[in-house]
């Protein structure tokens, strides 16, 4: 058998070379390092109740629940700021059967965003992790308001993959509009985070229970040895909020070796894997994790997550249309699932372009406003074309072709139906007409990793042998695998951190002091 493999852009590579980059990156996970539990420290450093690691959705949620049900709490943060990828995702928050939708006359349940995830997530979920996110869904976005004082813009949006529109979004714009807040009521509460403090090892007896942790404090990213060593004892749990590992090079490419060096990720430089390799280390259960997901709504003409996904998302998936640019003819629903997206643009070798009209561009202004669509278009990632023979000179496509396109789009709207590709029809939608036009390329990128480690619904960590919760270990979040099976929809990340980081916080907060 041939020693080449494909990335999934084409380019052939070796699995010498995958085993490179992972001594490459050396200082983000060593392979094959032997690594041994540490043993009970003869005293501690530091005592707390619960320790939670990670300042996300997830870390800052579990530390609020956990500091007001009236444990003391330490939260550790690796990186120099708070707030991880969460600080910086796309903002939206799919509540299913919320007052809004009673409004707008959207009929929606618990039990459609549930076999919506299912479907995503091709029925690879654990299925009583699902429905707990979508069953909590709207009492959880309800307590985004009321106790942490959220604010979110009042029109819905339909994210890819969703039966109806669900999807709250943050007038802050990202989700900063939730983890600001978050930071400002535990500083109100007494806790602020601890920056720079990188979890070392988690300290399990020989009783089975987690006890503690090892932390590095004054850690240098990406140098795992940087920092002076801590022990902090968690007379209660440990929870781990620790994020995913969309860029940590050697882990990824060892799950699913395509996504090698060419192929970009959304997250932010902290999202590495030695948490999980921790977890992995004293006897936790890894799951799932080849589950990779790319983003389809990325740009090859900005770096990392950018500002493409809040037009191309918001408006081009619902009032454009995403067209293979040497063909001129649509490829995918534009509002389907992530991965089958993601997916369909790959096979059409990357050629994809996701465009509106000027009725496309009054939604963008109304959505993403002024400043963002001058910055999107002046940095060239947003190209705009007086007109449609304009833009298809541009990328070479085909002008009949892509008027044939837009002409049988159009016939769907009159119809009401979309009988080309399935696509749901906006209450508000409209045909594709006169120019400008406006238009950005389409390159997934890594963006969500689905695997982590099992967690049973009191988000408690469960043991690889036994199956059964690891005493004093939790996990939410991304760290937690299980949720979403092989694909998460687009907005549900924010449901499933806040669900299970409040659980984690409540439930490691209730148990008995181990001292």
């Known amino acids: 058998m041939s020693d080449k493999i494909?990335?999934?852009?084409?380019?052939?590579?070796?699995?010498?070379?995958?085993?490179?980059?992972?001594?490459?990156?050396?200082?983000?996970i060593a392979l094959g390092s032997g690594a041994k539990a540490a043993p009970m420290p003869e005293s501690w450093d530091e005592e707390v109740d619960v320790v939670i690691v990670g300042t996300g959705f997830a870390g800052l949620a579990a530390a609020y629940e956990a500091q007001k049900a009236g444990a003391s709490v330490a939260l550790l943060e690796k990186m120099r700021t708070p707030g991880g990828n969460s600080i910086i995702n796309g903002g939206v928050f799919s509540a299913a059967g919320s007052p809004q939708q009673a409004d707008e006359g959207i009929e929606d349940s618990a039990e459609l965003l549930y076999q919506d995830m299912l479907k995503a997530g091709l029925y690879l979920n654990h299925p009583e992790l699902a429905r707990l996110a979508a069953e909590k869904s709207v009492e959880t976005w309800q307590w985004t308001v009321d106790e942490i004082g959220a604010e979110w813009v009042s029109d819905l949006?339909?994210?890819?993959?969703?039966?109806?529109?669900?999807?709250?979004?943050?007038?802050?714009?990202?989700?900063a509009g939730v983890v600001v807040p978050l930071l400002a009521k535990l500083a109100e509460m007494g806790v602020e985070p601890r920056t720079r403090a990188l979890l070392k090892n988690i300290i399990r007896d020989d009783d089975g229970?987690?006890?503690?942790?090892?932390?590095?404090?004054?850690?240098?990213?990406?140098?795992l040895e940087s920092g002076t060593p801590k022990t902090i004892k968690a007379?209660?749990?440990?929870?781990?909020a620790t994020g995913g590992f969309g860029n940590d090079l050697a882990f990824r490419t060892m799950q699913?070796?395509?996504?090698?060096?060419?192929?970009?990720?959304?997250?932010?430089?902290?999202?590495?894997?030695?948490?999980?390799?921790?977890?992995?280390n004293i006897g936790a259960f890894l799951i799932q994790p080849s589950w990779v997901q790319l983003g389809p709504w990325t740009s090859a003409d900005e770096k990392g997550f950018g500002r493409s996904p809040y037009f191309v998302q918001s408006v081009t998936a619902a009032y454009g249309l995403w067209?293979?640019?040497?063909?001129?003819?649509?490829?995918?629903?534009?509002?389907?699932?992530?991965?089958?997206?993601?997916?369909?643009?790959?096979?059409?070798g990357n050629k994809a372009i996701a465009f509106c009209d000027a009725g496309g561009y009054k939604v963008a202004r109304r959505r993403l406003g002024d400043k963002m669509l001058d910055g999107l278009k002046s940095s060239g990632v947003v190209k705009e074309y007086p007109t449609l023979e304009a833009m298809a000179e541009e990328f070479g496509t085909p002008l009949a072709s892509l008027q044939a396109t837009i002409e049988r789009f159009n016939a769907s709207v009159d119809a009401g139906k979309d009988a080309e590709m399935g696509?749901?029809?906006?209450?508000?939608?409209?045909?594709i007409g006169a120019g400008p036009f406006y238009a950005v390329r389409l390159l997934p990128k890594v963006h969500h990793t689905m695997g982590g480690l099992a967690i049973s619904a009191r988000a408690e960590a469960l043991d690889v042998v036994s199956m059964e919760p690891i005493p004093g270990l939790f996990v939410a979040g991304e760290a937690a695998g299980g949720v979403h099976g092989a694909s998460r929809l687009g907005s549900c990340a924010f449901l499933d951190c806040l669900v299970f980081g409040r659980i984690a916080g409540q439930n490691a907060a209730s148990m008995n002091s181990w001292s």
């Open 423 to 431: 696509r749901y029809m906006q209450k508000d939608q409209f045909r």
């Open 157 to 175: 949006r339909h994210m890819g993959g969703h039966s109806v529109p669900r999807a709250y979004k943050t007038k802050m714009g990202t989700g």
């Open 256 to 280: 699913d070796p395509r996504l090698d060096a060419s192929v970009d990720t959304t997250n932010h430089p902290g999202a590495t894997a030695e948490a999980l390799r921790e977890g992995m």
């Open 235 to 240: 007379n209660r749990g440990v929870i781990l």
């Open 6 to 28: 494909k990335n999934r852009f084409g380019k052939s590579v070796t699995r010498r070379e995958i085993l490179g980059a992972g001594a490459a990156v050396g200082a983000t």
């Open 323 to 348: 067209v293979n640019w040497e063909t001129g003819r649509r490829f995918v629903n534009e509002l389907a699932d992530r991965k089958t997206r993601a997916d369909a643009i790959i096979a059409e």
């Open 209 to 223: 229970r987690v006890k503690g942790v090892v932390v590095h404090d004054g850690f240098r990213h990406p140098d």
